[in-house]
């Protein structure tokens, strides 16, 4: 009896084998799950915008900006002394290019001011074209390349676009044609108008 109760049981011997035998498996996967390697890679770039600006000149060679329509070039129409009479018409020049700082070109749209055609400028058309050259005159007008149809009232935007170059790489000359109609009545004699126009320049993307 005494032997008997001292001694472990062969069930106990096999619970210890099976809690070691556990032991072992878990510090076997623990081990594993920490063991890893990592490395890293990094990019960056750096951005910079262009630059885009126009200049203008009522003789083709002293170009400066007028960016506001309090500080509008006066274009150097030769109107006679007296003023204009039905059937004249009057020509003047205005050469746009871009500055020398614009590191890109782009196009320009001549747009109109919707009061032009008030009083007077009611019995007044203009018509634009871009000429070679800087003479703007009867002859050169009617062999350049149309941006406002002659005829047009002076309130009428432009339908034509044109290029102009980075850094001043060329300039655009628009001859400008202004006409008095011949129905221009008496009332309209000794009165003014001054029409302005603006020219609005776009980047290219």
Known sequence: MGRHSSAPSRGWFTKVRAVLAGAV??????????????????????????????????????????????????????????????????????????????????????TATSTNSDGLGGYLTYGVRVINGTTCNTSTFSSGTEVVEPGAPLSANGTATTSVQKAGGNTVNYCFAITMSSSTPNSMQGTSVTPSWKFVATSDS
């Open 25 to 110: 498996v878990l510090g076997v996967g623990g081990a594993v799950t920490l063991a890893a390697w990592n490395d890293s890679e990094f990019a960056t770039g750096t951005f910079a915008a262009s630059t885009f600006g126009i200049v203008g000149s009522t003789n083709g060679t002293q170009f400066s900006e007028h960016t506001q329509a309090d500080d509008a070039a006066t274009l150097a129409f030769a109107v006679p002394s007296g003023g204009m009479s039905p059937n004249t018409t009057v020509y003047a020049l205005f050469s746009v290019k871009t500055t020398a700082a614009s590191t890109v070109g782009g196009t320009v749209a001549l």
